[in-house]
């Protein structure tokens, strides 16, 4: 076979698969939005004081657990399996127009936001901190179950177990978006709900477009970061269709690393006001600090506008709110190795002890991955628009501490990932991209009905079957998957060269020392 045939033949392996990703996207989203059609049921949350005319909507039929769930197990799975698609089509040439990616991702994003939000209640406690701060209390000092004592309020008596006693652990940025929904949504919780859903349809979009924006004119880099950060159906389940604040705070530092270029004080305001919405987007903080290491000028300056915004933003709400979003640290979420660990050490010593065990343990995961894949990530699709620029080292920098985080956190849910994939979208192609297709996708089913089946808002009891089995996804399958996953990544880092430490700083302190004794 002549080189052209080869290129021919590799571009129509392209397409197909290609084809079949675009198809594979369409059907995950059908399959949403159709649970999301068809009402209140274990996946789908029910919003009171509902507004016919008005987003989002839904129709009254009361679908069984098995139906619903197996319909999310299906989108997910498919989902996952396009974006995988996607991968390999890139890589065998697929060039479909661009705006027509732009377009899947923007339609697909829009007709999730026109259905209820699903799996997890999260969106039902952003609701209610909105009202308590809207009717003038604090979310940080006073829990919905606080309040309702004070009289009945149909937004925050929607709030499902286990967070009626849970104060506010988000920033304040996240805070006074909450508060506007709930000042537009009134004691509509479906009006409130959709005003949240649309920030996150609103972050995720800008997100995506900044992304191509970051890459430039080059087509194959755009059409990689349209398909795995704008249209990603992974992350349209795992964070749009939850209504996950987690979208608002990447965006603010996808804006960050945007200014980097050329207004570094500005990133660092950018980064801060991220920061202030969910305090984990600090590790694109680290990512971009790490970036501007050889000029430390440029990094303090960073540093300054970090500073300036988050210590002004937490000073206009108090202390206790930088406190709150704190306490998520020591938290162990079930579905990763961590909480198999705590079940069985919690046999034969104390909790304390175990997970401040399991917490080193953790940080030294972080660490140790985060060096394997700084030695083979590969390079950064973001062009270097200036010898000093560090986005694409940023960039590429903020893609590794993401997965070496979520991979090796003891608190990590679907939704986390968001990070890990927009800066994902924006370096090469490698075996990681697999990796994390099945992470997501695990994760994201483990977390189908995704609620506390005994919450009274749960349009159906979960029946015994379907409560077992996705309790044994969650706890048994998905820590071994993400296991596995982890211990994959390592392996294909140190087989692609990796060192578990390349650094020689140790050696040349002990060398140093005998010289110093001889001039003596």
């Not at 537009?184 to 649309?198: F, H, K």
């Amino acid at each position: 076979m002549s080189a052209d045939e080869t290129i021919a033949a590799d571009l129509r392996l392209g397409n197909k698969y290609g084809r079949r990703a675009v198809a594979l996207y369409l059907a995950c989203a059908a399959l949403i939005v159709a649970v999301g059609l068809l009402g209140p049921s274990v996946v789908v949350l029910t919003l009171t004081n509902r507004h016919a005319w008005l987003p989002s909507y839904w129709f009254t039929t009361k679908p069984s657990d098995w139906l619903v769930s197996v319909m999310i197990y299906i989108a997910i799975l498919l989902g996952g399996y396009g974006v995988y698609l996607a991968t390999k089509a890139l890589k065998h040439g697929w060039a479909p127009r661009v705006d027509r990616l732009i377009a899947l991702g923007i339609g697909t994003t829009v007709a999730i936001t026109l259905v209820p939000p699903m799996a997890s209640g999260d969106v039902l406690i952003y609701a209610a901190y909105g009202r308590i701060m809207a009717l003038g209390g604090d979310p940080y000092t006073a829990s919905p179950a606080d309040t309702i004592r004070l009289g009945y309020d149909p937004v925050i008596a929607a709030t499902e177990r286990p967070w009626q006693g849970a104060r506010s652990v988000y920033g304040p940025v996240a805070t006074w978006i909450q508060w506007l929904s709930s000042v537009i949504g009134g004691d509509s919780a479906q009006l409130t709900v959709w005003m949240l859903q649309l920030s996150v349809a609103i972050s995720l979009v800008v997100t995506g477009l900044l992304l191509v924006k970051l890459v430039g004119p080059h087509l194959p880099a755009r059409r990689r970061v349209i398909m795995l950060g704008l249209a990603n159906p992974l992350l349209l389940w795992s964070v749009l269709a939850g209504a996950h604040n987690d979208a608002i705070a990447v965006m603010f530092a996808v804006i960050a690393l945007v200014l980097l270029r050329r207004h570094v004080f500005w990133a660092g305001i950018m980064l801060g006001v991220a920061g202030c919405t969910k305090l984990s987007i600090g590790l694109v903080g680290v990512a971009m600090l790490w970036a501007l290491r050889a000029d430390r000028r440029k990094a303090v300056i960073f540093c300054g506008g970090g500073a300036l915004a988050m210590g002004g933003l937490y000073a206009i709400v108090g202390l206790q709110a930088f406190q709150q979003a704190r306490s998520q640290t020591s938290f162990i979420s079930t579905g990763t190795p961590h909480k198999v660990l705590l079940s069985f050490f919690d046999l034969f010593l104390p909790g304390p002890v175990v997970r401040t065990f399991l917490a080193i343990l953790a940080w030294i995961g972080l660490i140790v991955v985060a060096i394997l894949l700084t030695q083979v990530f590969p390079k950064s699709l973001v062009p270097q628009t200036h010898p000093d620029d560090p986005t694409p080292a940023a960039i590429r920098y903020t893609a590794i501490y993401a997965i070496a985080w979520v991979l090796t956190a003891m608190y990590s849910l679907p939704w986390y990932d968001v990070i890990a994939w927009v800066a994902l979208a924006a370096v090469a192609a490698s075996k990681v991209d697999g990796l994390m297709v099945i992470r997501t996708t695990m994760l994201a089913i483990a977390y189908v009905p995704g609620r506390d089946p005994h919450a009274r808002q749960v349009a159906a009891s979960l029946s015994d079957s379907i409560e077992f089995f996705s309790a044994r996804l969650r706890d048994t399958l998905c820590p071994a998957v993400e296991l596995a996953v982890l211990i994959g990544l390592i392996v294909w880092a140190r087989r692609s060269g990796a060192q578990w430490w390349p650094y020689d700083w140790p050696r040349r302190k002990q060398k140093a020392v005998p010289q110093q004794a001889e001039a003596h």
